[in-house]
């Protein structure tokens, strides 16, 4: 299930009637079961990015494919910065709403449940999402996002506001469901740590539009004691010089 964009500009015109170039020509491929971090200032359009493989923006020119195939609305799941799990509902029926709208979408509360267990949450199946914490809620909205069946799953730092030992617990288990279930995951942070902790390749979005690959040499399965690893660190300095680089060109 490859994932390519080709040559994908997106502008839009603002109360000014000024036109604002978020993404120019941009060329991108995720191969089936990778996993790839998109980091870069803010600003530099990552979130726009997903939104436009999501199909919630329209681009104004190129292509993005999924398997050679032009994507649209509901093509791929999406799981957004804030869990947005709605109020009134309970756990189990926040996750399975994909079930309701996809009619070739077929899942049991008991297949359901099995999931909740796998991650914790079983006892809560019934809770609201105010009675959960960050972390449990976040852990929700990824299921939800997991039960749209799709292949491609995009994940708009989604720990972005969990406390660091929740954001650790958050990780491995990120993890833990990848590897078992060989979806192909692009993931946004501002986690420089993070992103070479989880990923196969890191795509570095510049101020001037451009994208640049790092590429991860590190084993997998990955462990927590690798965060302390020379190459880790190594990697993460590397990836922090190239961002300082970039905003002291903007200074200039």
Wanted: without cysteine.
């Amino acid at each position: 299930m490859s994932l390519i964009l080709k040559n994908v500009s997106y502008s839009f015109t603002n109360e000014n009637d000024q036109k604002n170039h978020v993404i120019s020509n941009l060329n991108m491929e995720v191969q089936t079961g990778e996993f790839v971090s998109l980091i870069g200032k803010s600003g530099t359009g990552k979130s726009t990015v997903l939104k436009l493989i999501t199909g919630l923006l329209k681009e104004n020119h190129g292509q993005i494919l999924i398997n050679n195939q032009e994507v649209s609305l509901g093509d791929v799941g999406y799981m957004p910065q804030k869990d947005l799990l709605l109020p009134w509902r309970t756990i189990i029926d926040n996750i399975m709403i994909a079930s309701e709208f996809q009619k070739d979408l077929h899942i049991s509360k008991e297949d359901a449940r099995k999931w909740l267990d796998r991650v914790g949450l079983l006892k809560y199946e019934n809770a609201l999402p105010k009675q959960l914490s960050g972390g449990m809620r976040q852990r929700a909205s990824f299921l939800r996002a997991l039960f749209t069946g799709k292949d491609v799953l995009l994940l708009d730092e989604p720990f972005g506001a969990l406390d660091a030992l929740t954001k650790r617990e958050m990780q491995t288990w990120l993890l833990s469901i990848w590897q078992d279930l060989n979806k192909t995951i692009i993931f946004i942070t501002h986690d420089l740590e993070e992103a070479a902790y989880l990923s196969d390749r890191i795509l570095l979005l510049h101020q001037n539009k451009t994208l640049e690959e790092i590429k991860v040499e590190l084993p997998r399965p990955r462990k927590l004691g690798m965060i302390h690893s020379k190459e880790m660190v190594s990697l993460r300095q590397e990836l922090e010089k190239k961002i300082s680089n970039e905003a002291n060109k903007k200074l200039v």
